[in-house]
């Protein structure tokens, strides 16, 4: 059974910098993309950053420049660095995986529990 643990959650106040991090368990053969999405009350799930396994990068832009994803192929790890931290980036934050479980099965996503993050003075 596949497991994706969050940890690093938290309060935090503005300009606050916080580390989540996400662990991934189980039979893994491979993971492809790894990511961050974020939901905020009444609003959408948004994917905040991704990283492939080669470590090609992506952002949404409202976090261009303050958030650094980076991943521990051998840990099966992914991290998500935040730094100068608003109010509107409070949200519940998702790990996600894309990934298989043996040789030549389809790839699955999978999502962690989510942990929160408070933006608040």
């Known amino acids: 059974q596949i497991q994706l643990v969050e940890s690093g959650g938290g309060l935090v106040q503005p300009g606050g910098s916080l580390r989540l991090s996400c662990a991934a368990s189980g039979t893994i053969f491979s993971i492809n993309v790894m990511g961050w999405y974020r939901q905020a009350p009444g609003k959408q799930r948004e994917l905040v950053a991704a990283?492939?396994?080669?470590?090609?990068?992506n952002y949404v832009g409202s976090v261009k420049g303050r958030f650094t994803i980076s991943r521990d192929n051998a840990k099966n790890t992914v991290y998500l660095q935040m730094n100068s931290l608003k109010p509107e980036d409070t949200a519940v934050y998702y790990c996600?995986?894309?990934?298989?479980?043996?040789?030549?099965?389809?790839?699955?996503?999978?999502w962690g529990q989510g942990t929160q993050v408070t933006v608040s003075s």
């Open positions: 990283i492939s396994s080669g470590g090609t990068t």
């Open positions: 996600n995986a894309d990934l298989r479980r043996n040789w030549g099965e389809v790839v699955h996503h999978y």
